[in-house]
Nanobody, 126 residues
Framework: QVQLVESGGGLVQAGGSLRLSCAASGRTFSSYLMGWFRQAPGKEREFVAA????????RHADSVKERFTISRDNAKNTVYLQINILKPEDTAVYYC???????????????????WGQGTQVTVSS
């Protein structure tokens, strides 16, 4: 079992930055594929970024890859999402997710993830 707790969300003006954190419990965290997703009001949950267990390989959605960066610290059982140059369209609930047996080619697929956090709200004002 893995429990995920996100933090770091808030209300930010457009152009600002945030760093989201996801703290994970469980001794096998370092072996999990980790991802960030977001869900805006009235929209489906969408992939934002993913990172392999080594932390050396990452993937970002095309819509965010110039501004968002995923990273992880296995010693701290934490995965991060650095968000720069925030835009109003980034407003959403951001979720952290963990996959115990997922494959890297499918890292953007929601169904691949076994565990989800409760989400952290990011609101960007114009």
């Amino acid at each position: 079992q893995v429990q995920l707790v996100e933090s770091g969300g808030g209300l930010v003006q457009a152009g600002g930055s945030l760093r989201l954190s996801c703290a994970a419990s469980g001794r096998t965290f370092s072996s999990y594929l980790m991802g960030w997703f977001r869900q805006a009001p009235g929209k489906e949950r969408e992939f934002v970024a993913a990172i392999r267990w080594t932390g050396l390989t990452t993937r970002h959605a095309d819509s965010v890859k110039e501004r968002f960066t995923i990273s992880r610290d296995n010693a701290k059982n934490t995965v991060y999402l650095q968000i720069n140059i925030l835009k109003p369209e980034d407003t959403a609930v951001y979720y952290c997710a963990a996959s115990s047996s997922g494959t890297w080619p499918r890292a953007a697929l929601l169904a691949q993830y076994d565990y989800w956090g409760q989400g952290t709200q990011v609101t960007v004002s114009s």
